[in-house]
């Protein structure tokens, strides 16, 4: 199995491997998970056979070089090669759909929903097609996990594209109904299972589970269709059995250079180690500015619930970014990238925008920003965000970026200093919406406002292009009739 396309990336860490060495595993099975700063890749078994060997090791940090081998499938008894004789050619063969492949060289399914190698199957939007059914990565590795089809499972993703949570309900329902066709069945298939250890059928996950916390697979009952084990059923019968899971002992060192007691400690590895090398090195290189202002925001809701009363589904943000485009237009320094001493102006004005997802800040790319409606405008935004949540998200999807705006006043936030994502030479912060006081003819009065912070490099910008930067962008947004007069 070789390592698939993930994008621009350089390195990548080896998440995890869903099946051990000598194991059987069918053709499709995930076998492994390889992520790199990019995007996650789920690699799965070209042919049915047995994992003969493993060449990276779980967490290990590996150059991301297309075709790679990272693993063997061949036929029981068989040796597995060297790592040397697979990059060579050899090494055991095993029949694949086309007839003929080698065992090394898997096709591989990526973040992105499409197959390295062909393979026949098709996916768009960030769904997994397999055998015409369209799934996420995640909702196909958990129907793999518990032996089902996707078939039979209803999709509510994106255009009707089967997700893991799609999974875990048919689960669920499926696991009430076997329940209700009799308990005296349940233990028949139970006795059946435990006959012979070898037999019983449990998921990769139980499996390892099971092995890490020293239980019997043949005394747990499985909860999964047809009666399968899955981790849950392992961890449950543990806890009823009283068997406590063993912990790494703690370091005896793990005290700081001033001794003071360390309660944890987390290597940072794959998304969230690229996203600290790439914003260390942004921090060092680039001598950061930042600049604020609060700016009304009365008359852009207004234009929004005129909107809404039409049928155009937007929110603010997406207000926003349509008015940030427009003023990256205008002002085309901002939209430009800074490499090997040049400060290229970019045509395309494609606006980052930051979502904050388990795996670390994630920063999906919408291209063409001001050209596009406002309703597709919306749409796109609200696909990216949804398929970097799922982790479903293309390397693509992150790609081609000239400016990132990030919004921070999710977390109740008016300003951030924010560290520039590189080539690129500014960021804008959006901060909370609160309510500032105005004069207007020597009147107090309150109006709802949101503060800007724009982050510049000053090696191409100065504080004077700053403020003309939010200033346009305030013209814009304080008087955004201007550009809808049909609202």
């Known amino acids: 199995m070789r390592i698939p396309k993930l994008g621009l990336s350089d390195y990548g860490d080896l998440v995890s491997w869903e099946v051990a060495e000598g194991d059987r595993v069918d053709a499709g099975e995930v076998v492994a998970v390889l992520e790199s700063d990019k995007a996650s890749a789920e690699i799965e078994a070209p042919a049915s056979g047995v994992l003969l060997g493993q060449y990276v090791e779980t967490g290990e940090e590996i150059a991301i070089e297309v075709g790679k081998p990272i693993a063997v499938i061949g036929e029981e008894g068989e040796s597995a090669p060297s790592l040397s004789e697979l990059e060579a050619g050899g090494g055991p063969e095993a029949p694949t759909e086309s007839g003929g492949d080698s065992a090394g060289a ?10 390295a190698n062909g393979g026949g199957a098709t ?13 996420t990565p995640r909702a196909k590795r958990r129907a793999t996990e518990a032996g089902i089809e996707l078939a039979g499972i209803e999709g509510t993703g994106p255009k009707g594209a089967v997700t893991e949570t799609d999974v875990e309900g048919y689960l669920e329902r499926d696991v009430d109904e076997s329940r209700t066709e009799g308990e005296d069945e ?15 059928k449990a998921t990769p996950r139980a499996k390892r589970r099971a092995e890490e916390d020293g239980v019997d697979l043949s005394r747990v009952e499985g909860t999964g269709p047809q009666g399968a084990i899955v981790e849950d059923d392992v961890v449950e019968f543990a806890s009823s059995e009283g068997v406590e899971r ?7 060192d793990a005290t700081t250079d001033d001794g003071l007691t360390v309660t944890e400690a987390h290597e940072l590895t794959g998304t969230r180690r690229m996203i600290a090398e790439r914003l260390s090195e942004s921090a060092r290189e680039k001598p950061h500015v930042m600049g604020t202002r609060e700016i009304g925001i009365e008359r852009l809701e207004e234009v929004r619930d005129r909107l809404e009363e039409k049928g155009v589904d937007v929110s603010l943000n997406d207000l926003i970014l349509h008015f940030v485009g427009r003023t990256l237009e205008d002002l085309p320094a901002f939209n430009a990238h800074f490499e090997d001493g040049e400060h290229r102006f970019i045509d395309e004005v494609n606006v980052g925008y930051a979502v904050d997802s388990d795996r670390g800040l994630t920063v999906p790319v919408i291209d063409d920003v001001p050209n596009r409606d406002l309703e597709a405008l919306a749409d796109e935004r609200r696909r990216l965000v949804e398929s970097v949540l799922e982790n479903d998200h293309a390397p693509s999807d992150l790609q081609g970026g000239t400016f990132t705006v990030t919004n921070v006043g999710v977390f109740d936030m008016d300003v951030s200093y924010s560290i520039i994502n590189p080539p690129e030479v500014a ?14 003819d020597g009147e107090v ?8 912070s724009l982050t510049i490099d000053h090696r191409v910008l100065d504080g004077a292009d700053s ?8 013209e814009y947004l304080e008087y955004p009739g201007r550009a809808f007069d049909a609202v």
């Open 246 to 252: 063993t912990e790494p002992a703690a370091s005896s």
């Open 445 to 452: 009065a309150f109006e709802r406002a949101i503060t800007f």
């Open 186 to 200: 349940i233990a028949a298939a139970d006795a059946s299972d435990a006959a012979d250890a070898a037999d019983v």
């Open 106 to 115: 898997a096709d591989t399914e990526s973040a992105s929903g499409t197959k």
């Open 123 to 135: 996916a768009d939007d960030g769904g997994v097609a397999t055998a015409d059914v369209k799934a």
């Open 467 to 474: 403020g003309r930067f939010l200033d346009r962008l305030a």
């Open 427 to 440: 960021i804008l912060a959006v901060g909370r919406r609160k309510q500032v006081p105005v004069e207007r």
